[in-house]
């Protein structure tokens, strides 16, 4: 009950309030006084009490109106009431006194603070001092992107309220009073934050992966336009969220407002107003009355530690959505490495949340790098991550410039209080030496996988986008991505060309200053993965990406960001070799072949140009990536042969290579040049002709092709070189009369004249397929002697012969 005191005071339930200033204009866009204020926050108390009970509050004010800067007040201010209740929290150095909400007194206290915001965890006080805290409310905040309306957040609320009920949980939405909207849930049995934030992380990711076009659970602001954000991460221990019935500091005085079901279905939903929601409470009632009633501040000591909520039971409700790898939360290595009676360090056994919340909701976790004086000067860069700091070294510290590559080796997660040491290690001590603070901040993650972490770093001496990139059981590559528009990119580059050898012994040549490649039995390409866009283009220019869908995958499983490869697609044969026919003859939709794209160059990496690298640093930073392509099934970086050019060459023919490319190491990447930079030595002869023709089959071939006529292009015409009737298959002989016959023309394409027996029976076609023929050599006529054919060339037209 409230009743004048007189003076400047009120009477709140026995307790007398101090209240000043009862006509300041705190939202000037609608005139709201302070009176009216803590006017609201005594009428509604009765609803919203229940909600804040055993909860710390993080008051967010405004003394001088919501046009001033606020600020966020965790301590209890030496002026604060002692009838207030408090709780003592131990952060990393200090302890924090929150107050406790319980009755009116508490809210109107608030209100005359100017406390227009109210914010709490979703976990409660622990009955028993020293025991961990237990959540008893999950919480998805829905966070509209640019040009997206509430509706679209009603619309994804719908979707994980049947997530939750399929899980066997209960949702609740509540209007945020911002842009978007709160959607809880109640535990039965309060669990662990982390096992809390795992579920939330789980309905984000997976409906996130369901519907990429409208939903992002990456906080990074750059990709939310049109998306709706569903922000999992205030599950954390460490993180709060508006409460419910909270008024808002915005333009006006909208109220975190509980909403029906049906409310959300209405494609004009607004946020309500502080007047709207006291009106509505006369007339309802607490529509939230079934999340919070019947727990209380002690519920969650008799709570079964090891009995935490699984996941899984929300991962099956999302069937559908792709799956998400949680990362195991674990301090154990990082205990066993250290002696706790020897070493300053913390160890992340205190009863406490590992940080506080000093900034708005959602300003993100904390990275902090550190430099550490051990054996060797090195930087431990860490970054907070399910309730604990995963961790790398970096020798030289992450890189500043775009153009270069650090290593990280990832060491154990250490805990969250390790964010704030600093100090010496006794020497003889794991990690011994000094460690002292380098940076630190708050970051935004883009991405993170097993073998890929990209995240936006907000500190003092850092700042930009950083790409982690696995490349061994602990060896990661950091790497500074550029946010520059791209004329990082050479034009030459948006349609790539490879650099091509000359036909030339190489047996002479030495390891010293020639490296040796296999030369391999398939298609040339060029991999090209600029922004999202993944293209395959043949030495010719022709794009190849719709005829090989199988190697699609390779940008997700390299993990790698904006690159350019130079390598060779081939077919393995049964024995594991390269074989062409199985290539040429394959279908796109074969998956019983085994198809590889063997990659021996590197051209571009994150916004940087290779061309003008010498071919020893391509080739070092392409073995550096070498274990990140070998987790692709259709991947590989084939190892050099030992020299010299003799030995390289022998070895080629023990394993039927078709030859072998001995490349200057001193090389640069010359686009679309034929070079003696790069030399080429085959094992055999194969040429590359076209088409003008086919003589029909006979006996068993009488329905088919009995041999094709063969020709190459020159500046006169085409040149007749003979005709090939061996090395088909009776599926490539259907295949090639079925591609011919459109092709037939009256008149015959060669320049020459053919003899009267062939030139009789022949059926002439458009010379516009070319072919590849294996032979033993050239005869007197200038015909190929003893052909072999070997399959259509798809990646190549007759102009490029």
Not at 525 to 543: A, E, H, P, Q
Not at 576 to 605: E, P, S
Request: charge should be negative; charged fraction near 30%; proline fraction near 7%.
């Amino acid at each position: 009950m409230v009743v004048m005191a007189g003076g400047d005071g009120l009477e709140v339930d026995g307790r007398r309030i101090p209240i000043t200033n009862l006509e300041k204009v705190l939202y000037p866009e609608t005139g709201t006084r302070k009176f009216e204020v803590v006017d609201y926050y005594s009428r509604i108390a009765d609803v919203m009490l229940p909600h804040l009970a055993g909860r710390p509050i993080t008051r967010k004010r405004w003394p001088n109106g919501v046009e001033s800067m606020p600020f966020f007040e965790k301590d209890l201010p030496a002026s604060a009431p002692d009838w207030l209740e408090r709780f003592g929290e131990q952060h990393s150095k200090r302890v924090i006194t929150y107050p406790l909400a319980s009755s009116q007194a508490d809210l109107v206290w608030f209100g005359q603070m100017a406390a227009l915001e109210l914010h709490t965890p979703q976990w409660r006080v622990p009955a028993t001092e020293g025991s961990a805290p237990k959540a008893d409310r999950l919480v998805l905040d829905l966070d509209p992107g640019p040009d997206v309306p509430l509706s679209q957040c009603a619309e994804v609320a719908l979707m994980i309220r049947d997530m939750l009920s399929a899980a066997g949980l209960t949702a609740f939405p509540v209007t945020s009073g911002g842009k978007g909207l709160h959607l809880y849930a109640r535990f039965d049995r309060p669990v662990s934050p982390d096992a809390a934030r795992t579920v939330a992380k789980q309905i984000a990711t997976s409906l996130a992966a369901s519907h990429p076009a409208e939903i992002t659970a990456t906080m990074s602001k750059s990709i939310r336009t049109g998306k709706v954000f569903i922000d999992w991460s205030q599950n954390s221990g460490s993180k709060t969220t508006l409460a419910p019935y909270s008024m808002r500091g915005r333009d006006q005085p909208w109220v975190a407002a509980p909403r029906t079901w049906d409310e959300l279905t209405d494609p004009d939903i607004g946020q309500l107003l502080f007047h709207e929601v006291l009106e509505r409470v006369a007339a309802e009632g607490d529509l939230l009355r079934d999340l919070d009633d019947a727990h209380g501040p002690d519920d969650t000591a008799g709570a079964d530690d090891t009995e935490e909520l699984d996941p899984d039971a929300v991962a099956a409700a999302a069937a559908t959505a792709a799956p998400v790898a949680n990362p195991v939360v674990s301090l154990g290595e990082y205990r066993r490495k250290r002696d706790a009676d020897k070493t300053p360090e913390p160890f992340g056994d205190e009863a406490h949340r590992e940080r506080g919340d000093d900034t708005d909701i959602g300003a993100g976790p904390i990275f902090v790098i550190q430099e550490h004086h051990a054996r060797r000067l090195h930087y431990d860069f860490r970054l907070e991550r399910d309730g604990v700091l995963v961790s790398w070294a970096v020798p030289k510290n992450l890189p500043d410039d775009p153009g270069q590559n650090r290593l990280a080796v990832h060491t154990e997660d250490h805990p969250m209080d390790y964010a704030d040491f600093e100090g010496d290690i006794p020497a003889g001590e794991y990690g011994g030496g000094h460690v002292e603070i380098w940076d630190r901040g708050t970051y935004e993650t883009e991405k993170w996988r097993e073998n890929e972490v990209i995240v936006r770093l907000h500190g003092e001496r850092v700042q930009g986008r950083y790409a982690l990139i696995k490349t061994g059981d602990k060896n990661w590559l950091a790497h500074l991505m550029s946010d520059e528009p791209r004329p990082i990119l050479p034009d030459s580059l948006k349609d790539p060309r490879p650099m091509l050898a000359t036909d030339e012994s190489i047996e002479n040549l030495d390891g010293r200053d020639w490296a040796f490649e296999g030369k391999w039995d398939g298609y040339r390409i060029l991999v090209r993965y600029i922004d999202g866009d993944f293209r395959l283009t043949s030495r010719s220019g022709i794009d190849m990406t719709a005829d090989f869908p199988q190697l699609r995958s390779i940008a997700d499983d390299l993990g790698l960001i904006d690159v350019v490869l130079d390598g060779e697609v081939v077919a393995l044969d049964a024995s594991g070799r390269t074989n062409f026919t199985l290539l040429a003859a394959r279908n796109t939709t074969d998956d019983d072949l085994t198809l590889k794209l063997y990659i021996f160059d590197i051209l571009f990496l994150n916004g940087t140009s290779l061309l003008r690298r010498p071919w020893s640093q391509r080739r070092e930073l392409l073995e550096e990536l070498a274990p990140a392509f070998a987790r692709s099934t259709h991947a590989e970086v084939p190892p050099l042969l030992d020299g010299p050019g003799r030995a390289a060459v022998a070895h080629s023919r023990e394993q039927g290579y078709e030859g072998v490319v001995a490349k200057r190491r001193t090389s640069t990447y010359q686009q679309g040049r034929r070079t003696t930079q790069w030399l080429k030595q085959k094992n055999w002869s194969d040429i590359e002709v076209v088409i003008g023709g086919y003589r029909p089959g006979r006996g068993n071939r009488s329905d088919t092709i009995g041999s094709l006529l063969l020709g190459l292009p020159e500046e006169t015409g085409l040149r007749y070189v003979g005709r090939v009737g061996t090395g088909f298959t009776d599926a490539q002989l259907r295949s090639l009369a079925a591609e011919l016959e459109p092709l037939r023309i009256k008149t015959c394409p060669f320049v020459d004249k053919l003899d009267r027996p062939v030139a009789s029976s022949a059926v002439w076609v458009l010379p516009k397929i070319v072919g590849e023929v294996r032979f033993m050599d050239w005869t007197t006529t200038g015909h190929l002697r003893h052909p072999s054919w070997r399959g259509i060339r798809r990646d190549k037209l007759p102009g490029d012969l």
